[in-house]
Each structure stands twice: as structure tokens, then as C-alpha cells.
């Protein structure tokens, strides 16, 4: 089946620092990918949509210069949040959506998610 | 656009006893919809979705939900809980930027013994 695999799982950083966090699909090709985040004890809030090769769609009241997202292939994006700051503490949860036809298509697969602290 | 409200931040059920957790939901389109399952520190994992067809859906572990387009709902049961169920479920409905879910703010189950 189609597995997503997020990196790191826990990353702790000083306040002021960027952070990247990769979502990879292990095995099957993601031409779309989403990131969501959520805060302890919350739902889910859809952050923002990727596609291959194309620049992400921002969700309303999220700062594009803030969280940098990159899908160069197939088979991974990236977030990075940048000059991180205490308030940006959470846990990012990535999923993944297959190309029509193939493994993982028409099936958001999620990853583990990476809870991110920032002191 | 779409919305989904899961009744009930929590919920408590005795091992053995029936377990509901209720969704209902609004959409402009006809919805796809899903129940998902986290247990903590984790991501989340599929139990069941409605896509079209059969109203009644089965999932993973003894889950089903039932599509009620009457009353916009999709309500999630198990005839018996365990332990195991123990986790943050949530209920979500297909839509928010390019196809991405909108999801609603979970129910957290509790599993007595």
C-alpha cells in the first residue's frame, strides 16, 4: 500500500532559526501533496497544496514567505519554516495523493507527522 | 465550501459497549467523506470513506459509518469497543484548496474498563 514518510519526527530549534521538514511518498509517485498543521488538542488546518513541479496554493492566512514549501519531485516536498518563533510550535502532518490510475491515487495517504518546538 | 462538526470533544464508553461518534457536515457538492484515526504523536490512518454508492460503509477494525444525505450526516459506530480504540478520531469532508480535506476539530475517545 501507499506509505508517506515524514522527516524528521521531532526537531527542537532556537527561536530565530529555519527548519525543514521532508515528506516522502515511499512508494508511489505524489503529484499532489498537502500540509496541514495542528495545534495541541485541534484539528487538522490545511496549510497549503502542492503539485510536482509547481508553485504551492496557499490557504488563507498563511504566510507563503513564512513557510516555504518546494516539490521538486515526485516523490518529495518540503516545508521549511523559516526564522521560526515560539508561536510556531506544532505538529505538521504532510499527505500525500497519487497520480490518476497508479498506486495511491484518489487516496490522501498521511505521513507520521514532525512536532516542531521552538524555543 | 465545506464544513464538518464532530458533536462531542469527548466521549466515554465502557469496553464492550457501543461506541457513536457523530459528524455532520455541509457541502456545496455532493461530499466525499472520511473518518480518519489518530493515536498520539502519530499521523492519521484511514478507517473508512464514502465515496458513492452503498451508504452503509465499512472500514478497519469493526468500524462502519452510514451516509444520511437527509440529515447531512455520517456518523461513525462499533458494535464493541476495546481498548485498543482508545485514540482522537476525526470526521472530514473532501474540499479546501485543490482537493485538500476539511477536517473537523476530533473527537477524543475514551475507553473505560
Known amino acids: 500500500g501507499a506509505v508517506v514518510s515524514q522527516h524528521p519526527s521531532w526537531v527542537i530549534c532556537k527561536s530565530g532559526t529555519s527548519v525543514k521538514i521532508e515528506c516522502r511518498s515511499l512508494?508511489?509517485?505524489?503529484?499532489?501533496m498537502f500540509w496541514y498543521r495542528q495545534f495541541p488538542k485541534q484539528s487538522l488546518m490545511l496549510m497549503a497544496t502542492s503539485n510536482e513541479g509547481s508553485k504551492a496554493t496557499y490557504e488563507q492566512g498563511v504566510e507563503k514567505d513564512k513557510f516555504l514549501i518546494n516539490h521538486a519531485s515526485l516523490t518529495l516536498s518540503t516545508l521549511t519554516v523559516t526564522s521560526a518563533h515560539p508561536e510556531d510550535s506544532s505538529f505538521y502532518i504532510c499527505?500525500?495523493?497519487?497520480?490518476?490510475?497508479?498506486?495511491?491515487?484518489?487516496?490522501?495517504?498521511f505521513g507520521a507527522g514532525s512536532r516542531l518546538t521552538v524555543l | 465550501a465545506q464544513s464538518v462538526t464532530q458533536l462531542g470533544s469527548h466521549v466515554s464508553v465502557s469496553e464492550g459497549a457501543l461506541v457513536l461518534l457523530r459528524c455532520n457536515y455541509s457541502s456545496s457538492v455532493p461530499p466525499y467523506l472520511f473518518w480518519y484515526v489518530q493515536y498520539p504523536n502519530q499521523g492519521l490512518q484511514l478507517l473508512l470513506k464514502y465515496t458513492t454508492g452503498a451508504t452503509l460503509v465499512k472500514g478497519i477494525n469493526g468500524f462502519e459509518a452510514e451516509f444520511k444525505k437527509s440529515e447531512t450526516s455520517f456518523h461513525l459506530t462499533k458494535p464493541s469497543a476495546h481498548m485498543s480504540d482508545a485514540a482522537e478520531y476525526f470526521c472530514?469532508?473532501?474540499?479546501?484548496?485543490?482537493?485538500?480535506?476539511?477536517f473537523g476539530k476530533g473527537t477524543h475517545l475514551i475507553i473505560q474498563p
Open positions: 472530514a469532508v473532501k474540499g479546501g484548496g485543490a482537493d485538500g480535506l476539511t
Open positions: 499527505s500525500a495523493r497519487g497520480s490518476q490510475g497508479a498506486v495511491g491515487a484518489n487516496v490522501l495517504t
Open positions: 512508494d508511489f509517485q505524489a503529484t499532489t
